[in-house]
T-cell receptor, first 116, second 118 residues
Framework: DTAVSQTPKYLVTQMGNDKSIKCEQN?????MYWYKQDSKKFLKIMFS???????INETVPNRFSPKSPDKAHLNLHINSLELGDSAVYFC???????????????FGPGTRLTVL | AQKVTQAQTEISVVEKEDVTLDCVYE???????LFWYKQPPSGELVFLIR??????QNEISGRYSWNFQKSTSSFNFTITASQVVDSAVYFC???????????????FGKGTHLIIQP
């Protein structure tokens, strides 16, 4: 059983489109995250979220928004896609509450987004 | 602000050699956690180890060992008798005590690309 899963694995789209990436975890964790890995492999936190708090990294454009239908899911919506959004996006989960990352974070397989 | 430095961008060794990946961190907190993750060519991020700031004991897991030294703010990772399957990008990461409201999550180093040649 996959602990943290993401769909799709690859996403190719045109500039200006709106797209979503889905994430699900079956670990029973309370907090989920989205990270962005750029072309140089640098990983940076975008959001941390549980059912009480959403904490947004101040550098993330408001075109990006997380949506959580329930505790096990945290989807990433991106509006008006730009060329610079091309990256690999990783979902993760842990037992921590947002803003405190002490417990081990388990990552999904990543979604490679290509904006043309 | 917290920071993680992995000065070695790429290391290439021949199989069966020992190799050490360096990690130096900066934090103002006394309570923090350090992590290592492996990213093989297939792209997923695999958790390797988590260590809290109050536990400076070295850890060994099979061919992997970690050396945590608070005096030098380092958390180095050694692979003994390296194998081709160890080829990957390895990330060191840091998390501090309560971020005070920021989505700090894990702060990652830039990664070290380890190449094990047969």
């Amino acid at each position: 059983d996959t602990a943290v899963s993401q769909t799709p694995k690859y996403l190719v789209t045109q500039m200006g489109n709106d797209k979503s990436i889905k994430c699900e975890q079956n670990l029973g964790h309370d907090t989920m995250y989205w990270y962005k890995q750029d072309s140089k492999k640098f990983l940076k936190i975008m959001f941390s979220y549980n059912n009480k708090e959403l904490i947004i990294n101040e550098t993330v454009p408001n075109r990006f928004s997380p949506k959580s239908p329930d505790k096990a899911h945290l989807n990433l919506h991106i509006n008006s896609l730009e060329l610079g959004d091309s990256a690999v996006y990783f979902c993760a989960s842990s037992q921590d509450r947002p803003g405190r990352a002490f417990d081990t974070q388990y990552f999904g397989p990543g979604t490679r987004l290509t904006v043309l | 602000a917290q920071k993680v430095t992995q000065a070695q961008t790429e290391i290439s060794v021949v199989e069966k050699e020992d190799v050490t990946l360096d990690c130096v961190y900066e934090t103002r907190d006394t309570t923090y956690y350090l992590f290592w993750y492996k990213q093989p060519p297939s792209g997923e991020l695999v958790f390797l180890i988590r260590r809290n700031s109050f536990d400076e004991q070295n850890e060994i897991s099979g061919r992997y060992s970690w050396n945590f030294q608070k005096s030098t703010s380092s958390f180095n990772f050694t692979i003994t008798a390296s194998q081709v399957v160890d080829s990957a990008v390895y990330f060191c990461a840091l998390s501090e005590a309560d971020s005070g409201g920021g989505a700090d999550g894990l702060t990652f180093g830039k990664g070290t690309h380890l190449i094990i040649q047969p």
